[in-house]
T-cell receptor
Framework: GAVVSQHPSRVICKSGTSVKIECRSL??????MFWYRQFPKQSLMLMAT?????????EQGVEKDKFLINHASLTLSTLTVTSAHPEDSSFYIC????????????FGPGTRLLVL | AQKVTQAQTEISVVEKEDVTLDCVYE???????LFWYKQPPSGELVFLIR??????QNEISGRYSWNFQKSTSSFNFTITASQVVDSAVYFC???????????FGTGTSLTVIP
């Protein structure tokens, strides 16, 4: 299989705090991980692509200082939403591939973030 | 430019009916991959199928079947004898030879009524 986990599954935080979301590939090494954001009843919006050991590549319009991504190992990537505000409330989903081009992306279960 | 179009926003069918979800894609690449994912209410995207551009054979997996036609740039998904558990949002996606980014369609929300 290709299992990807995310933690936490849901988080509620106060405005101004930072939230860290972990994404782990449980049974394979993920050279590349992706972070998406999904608003209700909308498609997935790619935020950034991260490769192990290098800086993430952010999509246009995504603030890299706001959404810090670290891909420290072949099985773990983290997304930190810094100084979260209510407009950051969303469903964040990570995915992972084994690294080759056009590889199937396997998705984590997502994290629902609510910023009060 | 890469683009995936899922024109059907919402579909409702009665249980046991067959339903086809449409997917039309655009790409200039000769090598590309097409995917279907299912997103149930829980939120997790479940991988259903991956098809490369050189393989136009239709595929059947249980009640699921896929019709890939390069001539019309379509990769349609049919569920036969639909069940309530099939209720979900289904996304079609394209991955091109120029990178490993996925281009997702806007999704089709399927509701199967018991």
């Amino acid at each position: 299989g290709a299992v990807v986990s995310q933690h936490p599954s849901r988080v509620i935080c106060k405005s101004g705090t930072s939230v860290k979301i972990e994404c782990r590939s449980l049974d394979f090494q993920a050279t590349t991980m992706f972070w998406y954001r999904q608003f209700p009843k909308q498609s997935l919006m790619l935020m950034a692509t991260s490769n192990e050991g290098s800086k993430a590549t952010y999509e246009q319009g995504v603030e890299k200082d706001k959404f810090l991504i670290n891909h420290a190992s072949l099985t773990l990537s983290t997304l930190t939403v810094t100084s979260a505000h209510p407009e950051d409330s969303s469903f964040y989903i990570c995915s992972a591939t084994r690294g080759h081009l056009q590889e199937t992306q396997y998705f984590g279960p997502g994290t629902r973030l609510l910023v009060l | 430019a890469q683009k995936v179009t899922q024109a059907q926003t919402e579909i409702s069918v009665v249980e046991k009916e067959d339903v086809t979800l449409d997917c039309v894609y655009e790409t200039r690449d000769t090598t590309y991959y097409l995917f279907w994912y299912k997103q149930p209410p829980s939120g997790e995207l479940v991988f259903l199928i991956r098809r490369n551009s050189f393989d136009e054979q239709n595929e059947i997996s249980g009640r699921y079947s896929w019709n890939f036609q390069k001539s019309t740039s379509s990769f349609n998904f049919t569920i036969t004898a639909s069940q309530v558990v099939d209720s979900a949002v289904y996304f079609c996606a394209l991955s091109s030879n120029t990178g490993n980014q996925f281009y997702f369609g806007t999704g089709t929300s399927l509701t199967v009524i018991p």
